[in-house]
């Protein structure tokens, strides 16, 4: 069923008095279409900010692109193995709420529960137990520009170079001790979050707040429902009181501000299942093809056209992550690809995050190209080229980063 047909249903519904599980924004866009007053509605605990983006974007930390900030990758050379909250990336379908935690309430409802809707203040949430991991949240358009710049293909999105990812130590709640105790059954299908920042409206169509649906299947096995980043509550830009953590899926899974979690017992849609965050191009079914986990990456921690001291040693470092699981080894080139060494692997090696690693180097003046492709303990391996498709998701190619040394 298409998204369309989905909202008329719904609408449906809901004139007819059957609908549940709608929140305030689906009940402010069908109460307009329908003329009804705005005082049947109920008080958001959700206000606007200043701008889209609360948090401070210094141009040596960020490259913004409108409600959007990716972290430059020389802002994390001797940073820890997480990267701080205040140069980790930024998506923003629209711009940052500011929740009352006090306020907030998580609403669980839907045919796949026993009864409900069932609510959950943030208090409630931390007296459950809590586990805290290393994961990595990254956009599945992370590398997009390198499509256009490598590849020489034409993609639409933001044009991000490789700073759409990052790594946290996120706490929180299991999402699958939050279900059961809503009385998840049996019949439950998709686990669908939405978030509490404005809708997303794009070519004139509001498509409704940020969601997407899991399976029931991925919902219980590793995701939580975090409100704790880096040992501090949830900032603002990062998903403010409580966020999803879904370890080795595309960013866009963990829906930020999260307000409602549907449960259903048929499958859910959403624009982003189905217009975004599919493969559309030559070779793909016409609908797209949908893809729901990450891929492998490598990056050096320096931005392109850094300029090296000439005939001195230096340390190059890096980092690189796979969402099929651990890296087994990064191999690094200085001369555009030619000849290969192994980088050294510094630190933890941790499932769903990343390897940190480093390669002596003395350059000879001149401008030399710097390439790193990363292995995992699956045998997945960087390809050269990045395989085409028009939204130009998945880049995992490797990237050639031009320097100078003089
Ligand atoms: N509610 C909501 N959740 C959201 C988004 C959003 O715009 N609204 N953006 C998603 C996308 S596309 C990504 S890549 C991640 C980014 O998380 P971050 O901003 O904490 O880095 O959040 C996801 N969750
Ligand atoms: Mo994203």
Do not use: E, H, M, N
């Given at each position: 069923m298409d998204e369309r047909a989905y909202d008329e249903r719904r609408f449906g519904q809901w004139l007819s008095g059957q609908a549940t599980g709608l929140d305030r924004r689906d009940l402010l866009k069908l109460a307009a279409a329908a003329g009804v007053a705005g005082a049947l509605l109920p008080a958001s605990p959700a206000t606007a900010a200043d701008g889209p983006i609360v948090k401070p974007l210094p141009p040596e930390l960020f490259r913004t692109f409108g409600t959007n900030a990716e972290t430059l990758w020389?802002?994390?050379?001797?940073?820890?193995y997480h990267v701080p909250i205040d140069r980790f990336f930024v998506r923003n379908h629209t711009s940052t709420p500011i929740i009352d935690a006090d306020a907030w309430r998580l609403t669980v409802f839907g045919a796949g529960l026993r009864g409900g809707p069932v609510e959950f203040s943030l208090r409630d949430l931390k007296r459950l137990p809590s586990v805290a991991r290393s994961v990595t949240i990254e956009c599945a358009g992370n590398g997009r520009s390198y499509f256009t710049t490598q590849q020489s293909q034409t993609v639409s999105g933001t044009a991000w170079g490789l700073g759409a990812v990052g790594v946290a130590r996120w706490r929180g709640v299991r999402l699958s001790t939050v279900l059961r105790r809503a009385g998840l059954t049996s019949r439950a299908v998709d686990v669908q979050a939405s978030g509490l920042d404005p809708n997303y409206v794009t070519g004139g169509v509001d498509?409704?707040?940020?969601r997407r649906p899991l399976p029931v299947r991925k919902a219980l096995d590793d995701v939580l429902l975090a409100y704790e980043m880096n040992g501090s509550p949830l900032p603002a830009d990062h998903g403010h009181p409580v966020r999803l953590v879904v370890p080795s899926w595309i960013g866009i899974s963990s829906i930020k501000w999260v307000g409602r979690i549907e449960v259903s017992d048929a499958p859910l849609f959403s624009p982003w299942n189905t217009q975004f965050y599919r493969f559309f191009g030559p070779g793909f079914p016409a609908d797209g093809q949908p893809f729901d986990r990450q891929s492998i990456k490598s990056a050096f921690e320096l931005d392109p056209g850094a300029t090296f001291p000439a005939g001195r040693l230096t340390w190059l470092t890096g980092r690189s992550w796979s969402a099929a699981g651990r890296i087994r080894h990064v191999e690094v080139s200085t001369d555009g690809g030619t000849h290969w060494r192994r980088a050294r692997p510094t630190g933890p090696s941790i499932d769903n995050a990343w390897q940190r690693w480093e390669i002596d180097w003395r350059p000879a003046a001149g401008d030399h190209v710097l390439l790193a492709r990363a292995t995992d303990v699956r045998g997945n391996t960087q390809p050269d080229v990045a395989r085409f498709n028009t939204l130009g998701y998945l880049f995992d190619a490797v990237v050639k980063v031009p320097v100078t040394a003089a």
């Open positions: 020389s802002a994390l050379k001797d940073v820890g498509l409704g707040p940020v």
